[in-house]
């Protein structure tokens, strides 16, 4: 009974944070047509948050009703016009009086605009979350200097201390975090090395821990140490009864394994020392020159036991790394979505909505930072996803318009009506195959 509400509530929980996520995601979609639209001279009817029956609503001084729904998994705005929520088909003859002010009888520029705008007000959340998180959080300072530093389990030698500046480790000169990173590959693990620091403006030698600690500093969705529980912090003291020291230990074991169960001893903080059985799964990772598969588990690491020191970071800044990790975004999406076409990698990469709901309920659970930057990461991808060429999407009215534009002319209605049909059943195809990875894929 006691795992049956577990499930239940972690259900819910994964349920409730979807619908979070997804409904700011739809509603600055949304926001983005209908602004748009409307300085563009086209008449939103309804801009409705979710499907199904209203639920609550209230019309404004321009006539617009603006409600909520029953069903959260999404929402639209009907222009005046339309004849569905998802402004597909040839739609409904129109006064000649109000025809500028409808979607079809609008000039060109100003629908391409209105639908353009979804996509980008998508782009535009992703950035400015991206920047704000790195005003926040501030960026690496150039000098390799140690901020804060974290917990160590018992017998770790930690001579560091916070605002020391690293200029050397076994006497090796290290002038940047590339060196850093450089040397400490080439070094053999042992317990304590010798980091030679600046502190308080005195050069100095002190005993500290290896540069690649078995410190994990990520949980992939889905995977087999989100399942057994494992979290970002957790130290792997040993794997299958052998001590380890570095965390590149464990890429060998995993592999060497080829999906038998491993056992991983596990020190976290406040909790001590667990043991966690896991087994990895053969998935594609993308390299320099294509993809590759590897047996994974699901963490990553590579991190140290202390944080970069870190620097403000002012507009200019924080907004190119706003747009440098938005298109990283866009550019991963479009070379897994290739892979995928080319059969470079497995269909079983294509996730539906459970695994996307589950993802933001583990970014939920890792506190309001993690599901925030979350929220940004599925903006943009549904921004792009949104651009695709698919009738019924927004790429697909973009599509037509394009054609309009060659051609002097619009497409035929009856070609519209056809095209949107098709898309339509493409896209609830692509829903339904996402959801039976969800279910059957390992």
């Known amino acids: 009974m006691s795992a049956l509400i577990d499930g239940f509530g972690g259900f819910l929980w994964a349920a409730a944070s979807f619908v979070v996520a997804l409904s700011i995601i739809v509603a600055v979609h949304e926001y983005g047509h209908y602004i748009v639209g409307r300085w563009s001279g086209i008449r939103a009817e309804v801009f409705s948050l979710g499907f199904g029956p209203r639920l609550i609503s209230r019309r404004d001084r321009r006539g617009t009703l603006w409600q909520v729904a029953a069903i959260p998994l999404g929402g639209y705005v009907r222009f005046l016009g339309d004849s569905n929520a998802a402004s597909a088909g040839s739609g409904q003859a129109v006064d000649a009086d109000q025809a500028r002010a409808s979607l079809a009888g609008a000039p060109l520029w100003a629908r391409f605009a209105t639908v353009a705008a979804g996509p980008v007000f998508n782009f535009i959340l992703s950035i400015l979350v991206f920047a704000g998180m790195a005003i926040w959080q501030g960026m690496p300072v150039d000098q390799v200097q140690v901020g804060r530093l974290h917990v160590t389990p018992p017998g770790v030698v930690m001579g560091l201390e916070t605002g ?17 990173g450089r040397i400490a590959g080439k070094l ?58 570095r965390f590149d230990e464990l890429r060998g074991v995993v592999a060497a394994a080829e999906g038998r169960p491993v056992l991983l001893s596990v020190w976290r903080e ?15 990772l993308p390299t320099e020159t294509g993809y590759e598969k590897r047996w994974l588990i699901g963490v990553t690491g590579g991190g140290t036991y202390f944080e970069p020191a870190t620097r403000a970071t002012g507009p ?11 298109w990283d975004i866009i550019a991963s999406s479009v070379s897994g979505l290739w892979a995928m076409i080319t059969g470079q990698i497995g269909s079983c990469n294509l996730g539906g909505a459970i ?25 943009a991808a549904i921004g792009f996803l949104n651009l695709l060429p698919v009738p019924v999407l927004d790429g697909g009215h973009l599509m037509f318009y394009l054609y309009e534009a060659i051609t002097r002319r619009p497409p035929s209605p009856r070609v519209v009506d056809i095209l949107s049909a098709l898309g339509m059943a493409a896209v609830l195809s692509l829903m339904i195959f996402g959801l039976t990875n969800d279910i059957f894929c390992p």
Request: net charge negative.
């Open 270 to 284: 406040g909790a001590g020392t667990a043991d966690y059985t896991l087994a990895a799964r053969e998935q594609d």
């Open 316 to 326: 200019v800044e924080a907004l190119q790394t706003g747009v440098q990790r938005t």
């Open 164 to 180: 020391d500046q690293i200029v050397a480790l076994d006497g090796q000169p290290v002038a940047s975090w590339a060196d850093l």
């Open 355 to 379: 695994s996307i709901a589950e993802t933001t309920a583990q970014a939920a659970s890792a506190g309001g930072q993690n599901f925030i930057w979350w929220i940004a990461v599925l903006s």
């Open 188 to 245: 053999a693990p042992r317990e304590s090395h010798d980091w030679t620091v600046i502190r308080d403006g005195t050069p100095m030698t002190v005993a500290g821990p290896d540069p690649i600690p078995p410190l994990i500093t990520g949980i992939g969705p889905r995977s087999p140490a989100a399942a057994a529980g494992l979290q970002p912090g957790d130290v792997i003291l040993a794997i299958d009864g052998k001590p380890v020291s």
